[in-house]
């Protein structure tokens, strides 16, 4: 658990606190996600399914023990705090199981404190297949997912062909239904090695364990909103993999913005208060697309080195550049944050100089849009750099704001000014503890 000091310095607002990933992902929306879930009363997540994931260390039983999600929301490490998995989400009850138990194994208690939306999509094993099967197919244009079955089933979900969790109760509608989907499948991409009538007797069994943790989404949430609850939506992935605003097709099958909030929770603009946006001192990204500010060169292998930038759920390498403003000013337009937190700043400690990128031109000219469409323009852009001067010191034992080195304030103030949004948060080391309170003006 967090500890209180910090708790104390970030208690919760009302209406609803929510976090979102400002960059590709990967920010370390964790960390801040666990602080905040401390005075939490709801926990809920809105979109996306288990291609998401991050390790929090939490103390269980005096033990510090380290616990990897996926699927489940995080805030489960607080043990007074329910976990809410919305309608937007797209649920592979295995996985689902298989996260819990090994929660508990390490010694989370999660009973009574997890719930799941009737109204979210199901994630099969035949989508897992077909997500590796549209990869072979792209070959060359292959966008890198992380074949968890997530774009199938978000495919499933807008050709009105899905099955959500409600239908599961019903055995035999679920059975037509599930026969029909996966023949569907066979007619697309061939007959490939499924067993459609085990997989039918496998679900009717997890059904019965499912049902004591399904409720119905929107009256769940609505009913806590009356009730003054404490709610914190912890969003996944990032606005640049978001379906309509990412460098598309380079990005995820969910919204996973602002907007995705809403439509993945079901409530009204006006019950969102906070809106943080989670950027990392610099950037990375997994997978295709282009990216504008990545440095294939000795400081693009010290950011991946030294940050750690390989993914917890797929074990892939990140892809790593300097931090860019022009996708964090684009990304604040779309999302409209309210706050920022600067994540892994301590990996940039030993460096001497620290660009950012603060501007695109294409044939020598600015760019008229805040951030391309055009993927082929993307490509071709001349990023204007501004220099600044390094710390070239260890910042990770700091916990006030003002005992900073003068370049390392210099530079979250160079973000703030840029942006125009205040940071609230700086993570200055990879422990819980490691975390400055920034006083907002």
Excluded at 51 to 64: E, K
Excluded at 322 to 333: C, R
Excluded at 408 to 434: D, H, M, Q
Aim: aromatic fraction near 8%; glycine fraction near 10%.
């Amino acid at each position: 658990m967090a500890s209180n000091t910090l708790t104390n310095q970030m208690k919760l607002p009302r209406p609803a606190t929510v976090v979102l990933g400002s960059q590709w992902g990967d920010e370390g929306k964790g960390k801040l996600v666990d602080i905040l879930a401390a005075s939490a009363d709801i926990c809920a997540r809105c979109a996306g399914g288990n291609n998401a994931g991050h390790t929090i260390v939490a103390t269980v039983d005096g033990v510090r023990t380290k616990f990897d999600f996926h699927l489940l929301p995080s805030g489960l490490v607080n043990p007074k705090c329910t976990a809410f998995i919305g309608s937007g989400v797209v649920v592979h009850v295995p996985a689902f199981f298989e996260e819990l138990e090994n929660l508990t194994k390490k010694g989370l208690n999660c009973d009574g404190r997890l719930l799941l939306s009737d109204r979210a999509h199901l994630v099969f094993d035949f989508h897992q297949i077909v997500d590796g099967l549209k990869e072979v197919e792209l070959g060359g244009s292959s966008i890198g997912t992380t074949k968890k079955g997530i774009g199938p089933t978000y495919s499933s979900k807008a050709s009105r062909s899905g099955l959500r969790v409600h239908h599961l109760f019903d055995e035999d509608l679920f059975a037509e239904k599930f026969r029909k989907l996966v023949e569907g499948r066979f007619k697309r991409y061939g007959h490939f090695e499924y067993d459609t009538e085990g997989e039918i007797l496998r679900y009717k069994e997890l059904a019965k364990r499912l049902k004591p943790y399904v409720v119905d989404g929107p009256t769940f949430l609505h009913k806590a909103m009356q009730e003054n609850k404490r709610i914190l939506v912890e969003g996944a992935n990032a606005l640049m993999l978001d379906l309509d605003f990412g460098t598309y097709p380079y990005v995820t099958s969910s919204p996973t913005g602002i907007g995705g909030v809403l439509t993945g929770l079901g409530v009204p603009p006006k019950s969102i208060g906070e809106v943080i946006g989670v950027v990392k001192a610099y950037t990375t990204r997994v997978g295709g697309g282009p990216f504008a500010s990545e440095q294939l060169n000795e400081i693009g292998v010290h950011l991946q080195e030294v940050g750690a930038e390989f993914g917890v759920t797929t074990g892939r390498r990140r892809r790593c550049g300097w931090l860019d403003l022009v996708v964090l000013k684009y990304s604040h337009l779309i999302n409209g944050y309210t706050a920022l937190n600067l994540t892994k700043l301590d990996v940039l400690d030993t460096l001497p100089t620290i660009k950012v990128a603060t501007a695109y031109h294409v044939d020598g000219k600015p760019l008229d849009a805040f951030f391309p469409a055009d993927l082929e323009v993307l490509e071709k852009v001349d990023v204007q750099y501004v220099e600044l001067p390094g710390w070239q010191t260890s910042i990770e034992k700091i916990t006030k704001y003002e005992d900073l080195p003068e370049n390392c304030k210099k530079y979250v103030e160079f973000i703030e000014n840029y942006l125009g949004v205040p940071v609230g948060w700086i993570g200055t080391g990879p422990a819980r503890e490691s975390m400055i309170v920034k006083e907002r003006k």
